[in-house]
């Protein structure tokens, strides 16, 4: 049978009716490497499809190695300000007739938590609520002092390497509570190393004594 062609048409239903044809056009027309080429693009997404999810894995390894890394850090953190707070606390209560002397006051001595206990048990504590009386018999310290003319007074400190905001409303409610269950005027102190710039108006006002501690007294322990 003869076939002509007229059209590039023709030339086209011919190839399509011969795929053979078609094969043997191409390897005429194209270069091993232009035919080989769909077949081995395939390959390349293939492989690269593999490299990618390997490096996922890689990636999400090397984020739970960070994740755990920085869950590390942030609890070896909380140890030393445990450590830290230990330190100054250790320290102040070496100090606590200097501070009730630098507030103008004659120290008399560092209440115990039993003390405390004996404190509360005498006192109306009715509307308090308990975990801030739990808080109170918690406190870092209470002195027990006179003042100029002898009277007795207290003083409600509270202790931190960094002493902040938290710091001074816990000495703030310590000499509230003092008053309240004693009868006597108490005060408030915060002691520590350095202090958050954010309580430096209490500090100026005088509503809450600011008692710095020496490094030196931190580094002789």
Not at 24 to 29: D, H, K, P, V
Not at 38 to 59: G, L, T
Not at 116 to 130: E, F, N, R, V
Request: with cysteine; glycine share 4%; aromatic share 10%.
């Amino acid at each position: 049978m003869t076939t002509t062609i007229h059209t590039i048409e023709d030339l086209i239903r011919i190839l399509d009716d011969n795929p053979e044809w078609m094969d043997a056009l191409r390897a005429r027309l194209l270069t091993r490497e232009l035919i080989e080429l769909p077949e081995r693009f395939n390959q390349f997404v293939a492989e690269m499809n593999s490299f990618v999810a390997e490096v996922q894995k890689f990636v999400e390894a090397t984020n739970r190695r960070f994740d755990a890394l920085e869950n590390r850090v942030a609890s070896i953190q909380d140890d030393v300000g445990i450590l830290k707070g230990a330190h100054a606390r250790s320290a102040a209560l070496r100090e606590t007739p200097f501070i009730a002397s630098e507030m103008g006051f004659r120290w008399v001595k560092d209440l115990t938590a039993f003390d405390l206990w004996d404190l509360i048990d005498d006192a109306d504590t009715s509307g308090i609520p308990t975990n801030e009386l739990r808080s109170f018999r918690r406190a870092d310290l209470i002195i027990e002092a006179t003042d100029q003319d002898g009277n007795p007074c207290y003083i409600a400190v509270e202790i931190s390497f960094t002493a902040n905001g938290r710091d001074t409303s816990r000495a703030l409610r310590n000499a509230e509570f003092l008053t309240r269950f004693t009868g006597k005027q108490a005060f408030s102190a915060v002691v520590g190393l350095r202090r958050d710039d954010r309580i430096q108006g209490l500090v100026e006002s005088g509503e809450v004594f600011w008692y710095q501690l020496d490094p030196e007294v931190l580094e002789a322990e």
